[in-house]
């Protein structure tokens, strides 16, 4: 059976000052040590953080991303950041299309999807993020809503190296509600075929994380899941003891 490496991300989206941001990466490159873990672990702080976590954790095994890139290599795009400017400073992922940009900055699949490639460009890995509404579940169409999603924002040539896919119900982030480990599963063995038939067999490899309101209370039983590899977490990640006990959930 093919065997996909758990990765365990934290998006810490707007949160985290110099002091308190880099405690946190402190405390997680403590407890990673320089033991072999069964497991990715990554954090995706804020830009201005960014450099500082990347400092901290160069004597671990600890990933850094980003959390958003533009789709231009560089030019006059005021207050953004390049996917070369990531990889410069070391970060390895950077979380793309978001529910929180999707909605807040208009972002379409289309964008998405030009952004993926420049990150592929860059050498980054592109957690492409999907996951319905409320109302889009309510009315049955969730499935539709991730196909869609899945084949415009991801471009052509996702391999198991450059992608990984986030399923994120909207209406489970950051609202303390989670998928059920069924509801879960279903979408999650829907995303793998997907990409299955669109890429081929060595697709079954790209990881697909579960984000929504993850927490040590609830994460044993959805890291279980056959198709869940992982989970993008929020809230849960700014709390170091919180994200390393999730972390060995999947250990
Ligand atoms: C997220 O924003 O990606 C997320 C999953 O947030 P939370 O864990 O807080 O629901």
Redesign the pocket.
């Known amino acids: 059976m093919l065997q996909r490496r758990p990765l365990i991300a934290g998006?810490w989206?707007m949160n985290g000052t110099l002091l308190d941001g880099t405690a946190l990466v402190q405390a997680l490159v403590e407890r990673l040590g320089g033991d072999t873990h069964g497991f990715d672990l990554l954090v995706c702080p804020p830009f201005t953080l960014l450099h500082a976590a990347v400092q901290l954790s160069l004597s671990s095994s600890l990933n850094i991303g980003g959390q958003d890139c533009h789709t231009a290599e560089k030019g006059a795009y005021t207050g953004d950041i390049s996917a070369g400017m990531l990889s410069d400073l070391g970060c390895r992922y950077v979380?793309l299309g978001?529910?929180?940009r999707r909605a807040d900055h208009s972002e379409s699949d289309a964008l998405v999807n030009s952004k993926t490639r420049t990150a592929w460009d860059a050498g980054l890995v592109a957690i492409v993020?999907v996951g319905e509404t409320e109302s889009e579940r309510d009315t049955g169409c969730t499935l539709d809503v991730i196909a869609k999603q899945i084949a415009d924002s991801i471009p052509g040539d996702a391999t198991e190296v450059n992608t990984v896919v986030?399923y994120?119900p909207v209406w489970?982030?950051?609202?303390g509600r989670t998928a059920t480990p069924e509801e879960a599963q279903e979408v999650h063995a829907f995303i793998r075929k997907s990409l299955v038939d669109r890429f081929g067999e060595h697709a079954a490899g790209i990881r697909i994380l579960y984000?929504?309101?993850?927490?040590p209370s609830n994460a044993t039983e959805l890291l279980a899941l056959a198709d869940v590899d992982g989970?993008?977490?929020?809230?849960?990640?700014l709390n170091a003891d919180d994200f390393w006990e999730i972390a060995q959930s999947c250990a």
């Open positions: 998006n989206k979380i978001h529910s929180e993020c986030a994120e489970a982030i950051g609202t984000g929504g309101s993850m927490k989970g993008l977490i929020g809230g849960a990640s």
